[in-house]
């Protein structure tokens, strides 16, 4: 059902959700090329008003400099002459903003030479303006501020091209001159542009009028001598203009160096801006530098994308409410279905009594839904007969569930005891025949021992004393590990007789069985006892405990470790006892595990042992009224405490 709803849905909203995509996308993409188009004729304006703002610079200057030289009062003050004619000259500099305000005439010129010939370039004949580059040294003639003004130290610059002065002392001058008829006398008005920060930021209200007033300006404009910024609003950090930054390589090769305008995207000192330079050339016609405008690619960017956004949103608006008005036009055509469908659900979740009922539909659907009527009819009679059946049919299983259940767990605790009893058996045969074979050797090591003894002369005797005691002491070590040894492997013969064991010397006779396998994986061992009551019990059956325990540990701290065996005093709900406590610093037992290793046939050493230790051993401490606990810390080893009542609190 739901996938007839949903193939009719892809065919009625296929066309919707593929054809509209595309053309959104191609409308989307050709809607950005012009935006980005627009983006770059709006720079494009930008800059051309920056020329028109620069050549009116230079045209009021030439003009305000020609009206000076033609009016009345600079031909009183020249007359006058002297030191009158120059205070007129720096009043008149100060009035008209200029940085300096020569008069220069040829018979008797003061004037460096490269000013000179720039200023008769820029004439053109009697009145003109342009730029001129000054050297260092013309500008300290003119004026030692002015060379300090022009001073300008780099700044490296990502992408700027590799040059190897690092201060800027060149100074762009925009020249207006005024030359008289015969071509003698020139005065020249000079503006100097390095760091001239009032005329650049002038230049850029004029152009972006909506950052007037605000701290963060998204339009910018600056000056370039050569590719180096001497005059600018872009900032290098919040209060510091970026001068004696340089312009990127790309840029300089193409304005500077091809002398093409530059109109695109550009990574202006330390963020992106949609950018225009254009070359600007002195008096003779030669590149001097560069004059840019910019703004933000960031805040046009945000816009962009969320127009976007928003396109795209309204596009999912759009799906979103189509689905739902197509489905319901369906409604008619889809509601006898999904009565069906929902009767089915129902019926296989078990409600057999569900029904779709009056169906009105005289056509297909109707037929069905009548023919489905009558099957689940059918279906609750079966299942209420086969109830019936199984009702009867479960109180016999659970009958013999439990026989079975009560037999397996029988069998269980037999093929414990069997294995333990096997287990025993075999160890107690093979241990007395090893005893035997050891035995008989020490006989005659003993035999001999004392036939070299009466052999020897009363000296040899007093000299060799130390050996011979040392190996008759080791002889008798053999008979006594060996006579223990017996002891333990003879369960037939003790295993119902239980006397009272004192808890140190059942320790230290499992530690002489064991000792060969201790030695052997380099365990240390430590032992701690205190004065504590001796407890009833079947001697070799605590000694098989402590051995399992041992062996364990032994095996837990693979080949390092210590062992750590203590006894004394405990007390367990009120009933006095002794316990035994054994440790090792091995790897721990994880907290999933502890509660399963007391379970026959459990083991985490696969392929080896058979699981039945543990358990084993806490079915005998068990019997004689005692317990096995144990604690365990992952990475830092196990300890298992036994603990059995004091042999006067037994029965």
């Given amino acids: 059902m739901r996938s007839v709803r949903l193939r009719l849905l892809l065919l009625a909203l296929l066309p919707l959700v593929v054809l509209l995509p595309l053309l959104l996308g191609v409308t989307m993409v050709r809607w950005i090329d012009k935006y980005d188009q627009l983006l770059l004729a709006k720079v494009a304006s930008d800059l051309r008003v920056a020329e028109q703002y620069f050549g009116r610079i230079e045209a009021t200057q030439a003009a ?21 004619f120059k205070r007129f000259l720096a009043k008149e500099q100060s009035k008209m903003g200029l940085d300096f305000l020569l008069f220069d005439q040829s018979d008797e010129s003061t004037m460096p030479t490269s000013l000179r010939n720039a200023a008769i370039a820029a004439s053109r004949g009697t009145t003109g303006a342009g730029l001129a580059v000054l050297s260092a040294q013309d500008l300290t003639n003119i004026s030692p501020d002015l060379a300090k003004q022009a001073s300008l130290p780099l700044v490296q610059t990502e992408a700027a091209r590799s040059i190897e002065r690092s201060v800027e002392t060149r100074g762009m001058v925009l020249l207006a001159t005024y030359r008289d008829a015969v071509g003698q006398d020139l005065l020249i008005g000079g503006l100097l542009l390095n760091r001239n920060l009032s005329v650049i930021d002038r230049m850029n209200a004029l152009i972006y009028r909506e950052d007037a007033g605000h701290e963060t300006r998204t339009g910018t404009t600056t000056l370039f001598l050569d590719d180096v910024r001497i005059s600018t609003n872009v900032r290098l950090f919040s209060e510091t203009r970026a001068l004696g930054t340089r312009v990127s390589e790309v840029v300089w090769r193409q304005v500077m160096g091809e002398g093409h ?19 600007l050339s002195d008096v003779t016609g030669q590149r001097i530098g560069m004059l840019y405008t910019g703004f933000l690619e960031e805040p046009y960017k945000m816009q962009r994308n969320a127009t976007i956004v928003t396109l795209v949103l309204a596009f999912i608006a759009v799906i979103g409410l189509s689905v739902p008005i197509f489905l319901r036009l369906a409604q008619g055509v889809f509601a006898p279905l999904e009565k069906i469908t929902a009767t089915m659900e129902r019926a296989e979740q078990g409600a057999l009594n569900a029904r779709i009922g009056v169906v009105e539909a005289k056509d297909e659907i109707g037929a069905v839904a009548r023919h489905l009527d009558r099957l689940l009819d059918q279906i609750q009679d079966r299942d209420e007969a086969l109830r019936d059946y199984a009702e009867n049919l479960n109180d016999l299983v659970e009958k013999r569930t439990e026989q079975l259940s009560e037999a397996n767990r029988k069998l269980e605790e037999t093929y414990a005891q069997l294995v333990m009893s096997e287990k025993l058996a075999s160890i107690g045969e093979i241990t007395a025949g090893v005893a035997h074979e050891i035995n008989n050797p020490v006989a005659v090591i003993q035999g001999n021992l004392e036939i070299l003894r009466a052999s020897l002369s009363p000296q040899d005797q007093t000299a ?28 037939g013969e003790m295993s119902d007789i239980a006397t009272l064991v004192d808890p140190q010397s059942a320790v230290e006779d499992a530690l002489v069985l064991v000792s060969a396998d201790l030695r052997k994986h380099g365990i240390q061992v430590t032992q701690c006892h205190a004065p504590a009551p001796s407890v009833r019990i079947v001697e070799t059956e605590l ?7 041992i062996i364990n540990a032994t095996q837990a701290m693979n080949d390092t470790g210590t062992l750590s065996i203590s006894t004394g005093p405990a007390d367990r709900d009120g009933v006095a006892g002794s316990q035994i406590s ?14 399963k290793i007391f379970d026959p046939f459990f083991t985490s050493r696969h392929a080896e042992g058979t699981g039945l230790g543990l358990s084993i051993s806490q079915t005998l401490i068990t019997r004689a009224g005692g317990l096995i606990t144990v604690e365990s810390h992952e990475g830092r080893g196990t300890t298992f405490f036994v603990w059995c009542p004091a042999g006067d609190n037994s029965s």
Avoid: M
């Fill in 64 to 84: 305000e400099v020609a009206a000076l030289v033609q009016s009345v009062r600079f031909a009183k003050a020249q007359a006058v002459g002297g030191e009158h």
């Fill in 261 to 279: 305008p530059w109109l695109d995207r550009a990574f202006v000192v330390n963020d992106w801006y949609i950018s225009g330079y254009v070359p």
């Fill in 464 to 491: 060799l004393k130390t050996e011979l005691d040392l190996i008759d002491d080791q002889t008798h070590r053999i008979n006594i590990i060996v006579g223990k040894l017996l002891n333990f492997t003879r369960p």
């Fill in 543 to 549: 000694q098989q405990v402590l051995v399992n325990l």
């Fill in 582 to 595: 054994v440790s090792d610093t091995g790897k721990g037992i994880a907290p999933e595990k502890l509660d």
